[in-house]
């Protein structure tokens, strides 16, 4: 009896080292697409949203979340049953002059978001080696590049690197977190029941949908699952499919923790102490004395982590981007420069960083329509998807997230331009 009941014991240990080995083998694409929702723009919303409003917002960034769930799904299951990315799938689907109009929609997105990036790991290498801003951002541009570069060796090279950034963010907030001691009851409280206090609290609610529900990361999501796309019957897609779920779902829950955990932070070290903080280098000066100095070197490393790590990312997803809507025949390392080019130039003129990552979040936030849209139009076409044709709740789903995204839109700008209260 206790032999058979030690082999019906070892049969399961075998099976779920089975299950964790075949997860394990599809983990990557979402871990990637997660940094774009940990970059140096949440950094930037988050901060001033804790100092400015205590815990009100974290709710935002919980259904940011949930929706960005929902949209890095699609984006996945476009790319497995179609085998091709969005930007190739809209030029295949739509007239060229719509195609110019969303590669230059995308190619901004892009742009703004390696601009919050950039400038994230540079002020990094500043806060932390005090290195001049001019030559951290050329220094920031040399690693991205060599990152991305190391997609020729196989991506997932770049996942395991990506991985390992994603790891030191963790680490950081887990420590500021632990100093922070927070006011968990008041957490829990903003977690659930949301609310938004102000005009001021609208702008920094949007800035965060813009930097955790990310467009470029959508298209870019699109083309990291064909790395693992090998499989041509149905079955092997749904499979695939059902492990990037998997993967999706525990990514995109650890890029939540630290973006709450960053709101969560500013409002129990900054907001308790009376300090709205308008700049990055102000928040890591301020953890000093509030903290100690090893919660300082914490932040300005996550920092770094994030600049780096969202960087490749976002040069990735501009050269998926410049490629895919109207096919332009540039050579790769120059589509990576031209991504790049805009964050540097604004680093070399020396404009407030602080306020750029805040109005770079709030532009992507304009461009998601133009990402959303597109995708969900393509994955409700049957002769595109077959039988991963959104079904119909995933079609309400679709269209909620996308309403609620071009009303928060239209609300800013009514409160921007025409002095609502």
Known sequence: MENHETIIATEKLFSLSHIFKKVLKYFGPAFVISVAYIDPGNFATNISGGSTFNYHLIWVILWSNIMAI????????????????????????FKRK?????????????????????LGGTLGLYLLFRIPLMYAGLLTGFITFIIVYLEKYGQKLVEMVIFSLISIISF?????????KPDWGKVLYHTVIPSIPNREALLIAVGILGATV?????????????????????????????????DIFVAMNIAFIINAAMLIVSAAVFYKNGIVVESIEEAHMSLKPLLGPLSSWAFGIALLASGLSSSAVGTMAGQTIMKGFVDLDIPLNLRRLITMMPALIIILLGIDPF???????????????????????????????????NTPIEKIIGIIVASVIIFLNGLLLYFTFMGGA
């Open 70 to 93: 929902f949209l890095q799904v699609m984006a996945a299951k476009l790319g497995i049953a179609t085998g091709r990315n969005l930007p190739e799938m809209c030029s295949l689907v």
């Open 172 to 180: 950081s907030y887990a420590f500021e977190l632990f100093l922070a």
């Open 355 to 389: 306020k750029t990552l805040i109005i770079s979040q709030v532009i992507l936030s304009f461009e998601l329509p133009m990402a959303i849209i597109p995708m969900l139009l393509i994955t409700s076409q049957k002769k595109f998807m077959g039988e991963f044709i």
């Open 214 to 246: 990310m467009p470029h990361v959508i298209y870019l999501h699109s083309q990291l699952v064909q790395y693992r796309n090998k499989g041509n019957t149905l079955e092997e897609k749904k499979e695939h499919l059902r492990m990037e779920k998997i």
């Open 98 to 118: 719509v195609n110019w109009v969303l590669w230059i929609a995308a190619e901004l997105a892009a742009m703004a978001t390696d601009l919050a990036e950039f």
